[in-house]
């Protein structure tokens, strides 16, 4: 089992650690596949029996490495491993704090436990070169277990796919919302329009966005197609803001769940949030 | 005795006791003839940390007491003096000057700060004993790197915020930092961290033989703190493994921090000994760190005896001092096997309390530096390790004032 | 949405229109110590209180000249509601403001009993708030006559703010004197770790106006003081007086981001030494 992968492009290494730190904020926990394609992080719900994936997160290997081998598992030459989150974040936050990074190197490598090594090439102040390395340690998955990993949910016949509002200014309000409760209906109609109400029994809070762009509806215009969800875990999900998105969907089917699928050139999260019960 | 301190010069003091108040949870304070010294010790004695400040630090500086009186020195809570200093960034805005003022014999050491618009606070800080803290460590080791405080920062900058130990490894052309594996932790839950600097990057830069020392990160970070403030930058000063780090920022003459860190002996320490090479073989792997006790009587003769490498070095540094411990020493150059000890002097020989530590200190000495009683001791010591590396030494009552000088 | 012209809801006992509700919120906010809230509404305009286990009480006095407009169709209005949740309505969409932009605030209250409605609205986005309302409970009457002042002084709050920032939290009283002698302005706070005394003289820049016919001295609790702390903070006057009884009275002017002019009266009650 070998991979190795560079990335020189400010930009990628950029989107990168956004990424990464998004995806730390979800769950502590996360698989990532490594194809000869794409770069897969996969994050399933917390305690949830059977697993069930909650975060589906595709990289392009093409736009993001320069230089990418692999020599994986299988007839799909795939490499899976489990890590934690937050120790990648935490490693891949640097590239932000510090601007004068040259190069990032990941390879996966074997010290006292598996790795994934990141190699970063700092520009020091006189012009040369520094190298920081970080070696994350990770659980290589084996081929059986990977099974588990190989397929992204399905799409659903949707009730209503939805372009989402601003979400830069959605994840302030729904931090507002987060102080008044625990739980958010969000509702949207084929008229384009989106809410997002808080009832308790102090107040009625809801948020109404108009003008949305309809992707899809399979019912009549005034219809409202609504799902209750934990507001904590849509507050998560609004942190990718920072990745700044061309574009975000949310597919809703009605009273079970709720799709949010963000895309953004070469990176696509697909992030599914369930219905919580009153 | 009373001296004042100008605005700006408040903002440098708040600063320097946010960097000790990192440190230690008590504040030691010592007035001599031309300064005024605040230290401190952490609560497992793993690390000690000390501001000096001269004579012309203040705008006005006044022992009012005869030469041969005893000088005043005090110990107060920490806790205390942040009350005072909350919020150094914004202290010279509105702070014409602050006065440090205390009687002998009284119980509380005066603070009074004058503000622009003719208000004042004055703060009453109870003094907790009169008592001194005292460590004797030394400056002319055989390593010596200068960084800015920038170059530093920018390089743990690249650890996790909850890094506790780091390992430095020196050679004549890189330095790297790395993160200390230890081995009771699971390798899994880590991310090991590894960082080259290059000779070349430094202010200064005096490294003999590669070598590889493990120390805290926490008063390193103080003494970052302190010198990203101030612009000054940081010298790291340091010996074999098990021996003391000292990082020092100095504004010449006006003005120095000293922060002492025990370091992990080389049994403890998880590098490869390929790249170690104890020059002199000083300490054995299984001998724990230096433990000294200090006699009552320190004598200058031996200060002056010992070379001193830096400008702005204190002589009183290097005073060391025999010890019935160092008798057990390989090596007989005794007087370097002194890096750092303790030594609390106290005006009431009288309030001396004989508790158990002391005991048990006394039959650690006749007994050829038993390992096992040294843990039995010192137990609490360096919390990587749990082996301790510095001791608390009985309370004397000399103070060597004399050493202290800034030799040109 | 809820956008119909105020002349379909005449039958609403109440309703105001606010274009910038960050003329509110903060003063709201500063007096935000505790949830329970009542409100008084007559033609002058709103007042706000907010008490404290009997010994303290926060008025916010909003006159109707701070709205656009303001409409009551009765002589007056007094009902209870959780101000913790109208202030995080009232500042929901703080930050979705754009350069320019101004968020908008309607106030409608339909009748005895019924929820204060609050429509927020900006750059599209609107928020539709209902917040319950309680039947008033009765609220302390301090008596703090004018005309026989004992002391008074003015600070300008910004001096007073810089003086009292780094007041030891630790004290569980603090002790204010106002003397027209020498120190004529004295704070003293008290904790295991540091004993302090704040001395404003009266010639002091941070002075405005002095005036003090006989020493008076008092005790209050730290944590009743630290809301008036924290108004000091966001007024840019303050005034200070202690009647015979201890009893002290802060008033803040605060200016809104409009340079219009919002006033706090903050009452507190002394503790009664025991010794």
Same mark, same amino acid.
């Given at each position: 089992?070998? &991979?190795?992968?560079?990335i020189v492009e400010p930009m990628c290494m950029r989107q990168f650690s956004?990424?990464?730190?998004?995806?730390?904020?979800?769950?502590?926990?996360?698989?990532?596949?490594?194809?000869?394609?794409?770069?897969?992080?996969?994050?399933?719900?917390?305690?949830?029996?059977?697993?069930?994936?909650?975060?589906?997160?595709?990289l392009?290997?093409?736009n993001f490495f320069n230089?990418?081998?692999? #020599?994986?598992?299988?007839?799909?030459?795939?490499?899976?491993?489990?890590? &934690?989150?937050?120790?990648?974040?935490?490693?891949?936050? *640097?590239f932000?704090?510090?601007?004068?990074?040259?190069?990032v190197?990941?390879?996966?490598?074997?010290?006292?436990?598996?790795?994934?090594?990141?190699?970063?090439?700092?520009?020091?102040?006189?012009?040369?070169?520094?190298?920081?390395?970080?070696?994350?340690?990770?659980?290589?998955?084996?081929?059986?277990?990977?099974?588990?990993?190989?397929?992204?949910?399905?799409?659903?016949?949707?009730?209503?796919?939805?372009?989402?509002?601003?979400?830069?200014?959605?994840?302030?309000?729904?931090?507002?919302?987060?102080?008044?409760?625990?739980?958010?209906?969000? $509702?949207?109609?084929?008229?384009?329009?989106?809410?997002?109400?808080?009832?308790?029994?102090?107040?009625?809070?809801?948020?109404?966005?108009?003008?949305?762009?309809?992707?899809?509806?399979?019912?009549?215009?005034? %219809?409202?197609?609504?799902?209750?969800?934990?507001?904590?875990?849509?507050?998560?999900?609004?942190?990718?803001?920072?990745?700044?998105?061309?574009?975000?969907?949310?597919?809703?089917?009605?009273?079970?769940?709720?799709?949010?699928?963000?895309?953004?050139y070469d990176v696509?999260?697909?992030?599914?949030?369930?219905?919580?019960?009153? | 005795?009373?001296?004042?301190?100008?605005?700006?010069?408040?903002?440098?003091?708040?600063?320097?006791?946010?960097?000790?108040?990192?440190?230690?949870?008590?504040?030691?304070?010592?007035?001599?003839? +031309?300064?005024?010294?605040?230290?401190?010790?952490?609560?497992?004695?793993?690390?000690?940390?000390?501001?000096?400040?001269?004579?012309?630090?203040?705008?006005?500086?006044?022992?009012? *007491?005869?030469?041969?009186?005893?000088?005043?020195?005090?110990?107060?809570?920490?806790?205390?003096?942040?009350?005072?200093?909350?919020?150094?960034? $914004?202290?010279?805005?509105?702070?014409?000057?602050?006065?440090?003022?205390?009687?002998?014999?009284?119980?509380?050491?005066?603070?009074?700060?004058?503000?622009?618009?003719? =208000?004042?606070?004055?703060?009453?800080?109870?003094?907790?004993?009169?008592?001194?803290?005292?460590?004797?460590?030394?400056?002319?080791?055989?390593?010596?790197? *200068?960084?800015?405080?920038?170059?530093?920062?920018?390089?743990?900058?690249?650890?996790?915020?909850?890094?506790? %130990?780091?390992?430095?490894?020196?050679?004549?052309?890189?330095?790297?930092?790395?993160?200390?594996?230890?081995?009771?932790?699971?390798?899994?839950?880590?991310?090991?961290?590894?960082?080259?600097?290059?000779?070349?990057?430094?202010?200064?830069?005096?490294?003999?033989?590669?070598?590889?020392?493990?120390?805290?990160?926490?008063?390193?970070?103080?003494?970052?703190?302190?010198?990203?403030?101030?612009?000054?930058?940081?010298?790291?000063?340091? #010996?074999?493994?098990?021996?003391?780090?000292?990082?020092?920022?100095?504004?010449?003459?006006?003005?120095?921090?000293?922060?002492?860190?025990?370091?992990?002996?080389?049994?403890?320490?998880?590098?490869? =000994?390929?790249?170690?090479?104890?020059?002199?073989?000083?300490?054995?792997?299984?001998?724990?760190?230096?433990?000294?006790?200090?006699?009552?009587?320190?004598?200058?003769? *031996?200060?002056?005896?010992?070379?001193? #490498?830096?400008?702005?070095?204190?002589?009183?540094?290097?005073?060391?001092?025999?010890?019935?411990?160092?008798?057990?020493?390989?090596?007989?150059?005794?007087?370097?096997?002194?890096?750092?000890?303790?030594?609390?002097?106290?005006?009431?020989? +009288?309030?001396?309390?004989?508790?158990?530590?002391?005991?048990?200190?006394?039959?650690?000495?006749?007994?050829?530096?038993?390992?096992?009683?040294?843990?039995?001791?010192?137990?609490?010591?360096?919390?990587?390790?749990?082996?301790?590396?510095?001791?608390?030494?009985?309370?004397?009552?000399?103070?060597?004032?004399?050493?202290?000088?800034?030799?040109? | 949405?809820?956008?119909?012209?105020?002349?379909?809801?005449?039958?609403?006992?109440?309703?105001?229109?606010?274009?910038?509700?960050?003329?509110? $919120?903060?003063?709201?906010?500063?007096?935000?110590?505790? +949830?329970?809230?009542?409100?008084?509404?007559?033609?002058?305009?709103?007042?706000?209180?907010?008490?404290?286990?009997?010994?303290?009480?926060?008025?916010?006095?909003?006159?109707?000249?701070?709205?656009?407009?303001?409409?009551?169709?009765?002589?007056?209005?007094?009902?209870?509601?959780?101000?913790?949740?109208?202030?995080?309505?009232? =500042?929901?969409?703080?930050?979705?403001?754009?350069?320019?932009?101004?968020?908008?605030?309607?106030?409608?209250?339909?009748?005895?009993? =019924?929820?204060?409605?609050?429509?927020?609205?900006?750059?599209?986005?609107?928020?539709?708030?209902?917040?319950?309302?309680?039947?008033?409970?009765?609220?302390?009457?301090?008596?703090?006559?004018?005309?026989?002042?004992?002391?008074?002084?003015?600070?300008?709050?910004?001096?007073?703010?810089?003086?009292?920032?780094?007041?030891?939290?630790?004290?569980?009283?603090?002790?204010?004197?106002?003397?027209?002698?020498?120190?004529?302005?004295?704070?003293?706070?008290?904790?295991?770790?540091?004993?302090?005394?704040?001395?404003?003289?009266?010639?002091?820049?941070?002075?405005?106006?002095?005036?003090?016919?006989?020493?008076?001295?008092?005790?209050?609790?730290?944590?009743?003081?630290?809301?008036?702390?924290?108004?000091?903070?966001? $007024?840019?006057?303050?005034?200070?007086?202690?009647?015979?009884?201890?009893?002290?009275?802060?008033?803040?002017?605060?200016?809104?981001?409009?340079?219009?002019?919002?006033?706090?009266?903050?009452?507190?009650?002394?503790?009664?030494?025991?010794?």
């Open positions: 089992m070998k &991979f190795r992968g560079k956004s990424i990464v730190l998004t995806l730390c904020k979800l769950s502590k926990e996360s698989v990532l596949k490594l194809t000869s394609t794409q770069l897969l992080f996969i994050i399933s719900e917390d305690n949830a029996v059977p697993r069930r994936t909650m975060a589906w997160c595709v392009d290997r093409k230089e990418y081998t692999i #020599d994986g598992q299988g007839d799909n030459n795939e490499i899976n491993l489990q890590l &934690f989150m937050e120790l990648l974040a935490s490693s891949v936050n *640097t932000k704090a510090v601007d004068s990074v040259k190069s190197k990941l390879k996966l490598t074997d010290k006292i436990t598996p790795c994934l090594t990141l190699e970063i090439e700092l520009v020091t102040s006189i012009g040369h070169s520094r190298l920081c390395v970080h070696d994350v340690p990770v659980n290589v998955i084996t081929r059986a277990h990977a099974e588990d990993y190989a397929q992204q949910p399905p799409t659903h016949n949707y009730d209503i796919s939805i372009e989402m509002p601003n979400l830069k200014k959605l994840r302030f309000i729904i931090d507002r919302l987060k102080k008044l409760d625990h739980f958010v209906v969000v $509702s949207a109609q084929g008229s384009g329009h989106m809410c997002f109400k808080v009832e308790t029994h102090k107040a009625t809070v809801s948020t109404f966005f108009t003008g949305l762009k309809v992707e899809k509806c399979s019912n009549d215009l005034d %219809e409202v197609s609504s799902v209750r969800v934990d507001l904590r875990k849509l507050s998560h999900f609004l942190v990718c803001e920072q990745i700044h998105p061309d574009k975000v969907t949310c597919h809703i089917l009605n009273g079970h769940l709720i799709h949010q699928h963000l895309k953004q696509e999260i697909n992030y599914y949030l369930m219905a919580v019960d009153e | 005795m009373k001296c004042n301190i100008l605005g700006q010069n408040v903002k440098v003091l708040a600063r320097a006791l946010h960097a000790l108040a990192r440190v230690g949870d008590d504040l030691f304070i010592d007035m001599i003839r +031309d300064r005024l010294l605040l230290r401190t010790v952490n609560s497992t004695q793993s690390a000690f940390a000390e501001f000096i400040f001269l004579n012309r630090f203040f705008t006005f500086y006044n022992l009012e *007491t005869d030469y041969n009186d005893e000088p005043p020195k005090c110990k107060i809570s920490m806790k205390s003096f942040l009350t005072v200093f909350k919020t150094p960034n $914004s202290m010279d805005r509105m702070i014409d000057g602050c006065e440090l003022s205390f009687e002998p014999d009284a119980s509380q050491l005066i603070l009074k700060i004058q503000f622009s618009n003719g =208000s004042t606070k004055t703060h009453f800080l109870p003094i907790i004993e009169c008592e001194s803290l005292q460590v004797k460590y030394k400056k002319n080791v055989p390593y010596k790197i *200068t960084a800015s405080a920038k170059l530093l920062t920018g390089a743990v900058k690249n650890f996790r915020v909850n890094e506790d %130990e780091i390992t430095l490894s020196v050679s004549p052309q890189k330095t790297f930092l790395k993160t200390h594996v230890d081995t009771n932790t699971e390798s899994s839950k880590i991310v090991h961290t590894e960082l080259c600097l290059l000779a070349g990057e430094f202010e200064y830069y005096n490294v003999g033989n590669p070598l590889s020392i493990t120390f805290c990160l926490k008063q390193l970070r103080a003494v970052m703190m302190f010198a990203e403030s101030t612009s000054l930058p940081i010298t790291i000063l340091f #010996d074999t493994p098990g021996r003391p780090v000292l990082f020092c920022v100095s504004n010449e003459a006006i003005y120095e921090g000293n922060f002492v860190v025990s370091s992990l002996s080389n049994s403890d320490s998880q590098v490869t =000994s390929s790249q170690e090479s104890d020059s002199s073989g000083r300490i054995s792997s299984n001998q724990p760190a230096v433990i000294n006790r200090v006699k009552p009587a320190l004598t200058n003769k *031996t200060v002056n005896t010992l070379e001193s #490498d830096a400008k702005t070095q204190l002589v009183s540094s290097c005073a060391t001092s025999l010890s019935s411990a160092s008798k057990n020493r390989r090596q007989s150059r005794d007087d370097e096997n002194m890096d750092f000890e303790f030594d609390c002097s106290n005006n009431c020989n +009288d309030a001396m309390d004989c508790n158990d530590v002391d005991n048990q200190r006394l039959s650690m000495n006749e007994s050829n530096f038993d390992y096992s009683l040294m843990n039995k001791v010192f137990g609490r010591g360096f919390q990587l390790s749990s082996r301790p590396f510095l001791a608390v030494t009985e309370k004397v009552l000399a103070y060597d004032s004399d050493g202290l000088e800034f030799s040109d | 949405m809820n956008t119909s012209s105020s002349s379909q809801r005449f039958n609403y006992l109440f309703e105001a229109k606010l274009d910038n509700v960050k003329n509110l $919120s903060p003063v709201l906010k500063a007096i935000n110590f505790k +949830d329970n809230a009542t409100i008084f509404i007559n033609d002058k305009g709103l007042k706000v209180v907010v008490e404290d286990s009997k010994c303290v009480q926060a008025s916010a006095f909003v006159g109707e000249d701070l709205f656009q407009e303001f409409h009551l169709r009765t002589d007056q209005l007094v009902f209870c509601l959780d101000l913790t949740v109208m202030v995080e309505c009232l =500042s929901i969409l703080d930050n979705c403001s754009s350069a320019g932009t101004t968020t908008a605030l309607n106030m409608y209250y339909k009748s005895i009993g =019924s929820p204060l409605k609050l429509l927020i609205e900006e750059g599209g986005i609107i928020t539709d708030c209902s917040l319950k309302t309680k039947d008033a409970i009765e609220i302390l009457e301090f008596d703090f006559p004018v005309e026989n002042e004992l002391n008074k002084i003015i600070f300008r709050a910004s001096d007073l703010k810089e003086i009292l920032n780094d007041i030891d939290t630790n004290s569980e009283s603090i002790e204010i004197l106002i003397s027209p002698n020498p120190p004529h302005f004295r704070i003293t706070t008290n904790s295991i770790t540091n004993q302090c005394y704040i001395d404003i003289p009266k010639n002091s820049e941070a002075v405005e106006i002095f005036s003090s016919k006989s020493p008076i001295s008092a005790k209050y609790k730290y944590t009743q003081l630290k809301p008036a702390i924290k108004l000091i903070a966001v $007024s840019s006057k303050t005034s200070i007086r202690i009647n015979e009884e201890g009893l002290l009275c802060f008033q803040f002017m605060i200016k809104t981001v409009s340079k219009l002019v919002v006033y706090v009266e903050y009452l507190c009650t002394p503790l009664v030494d025991d010794e």
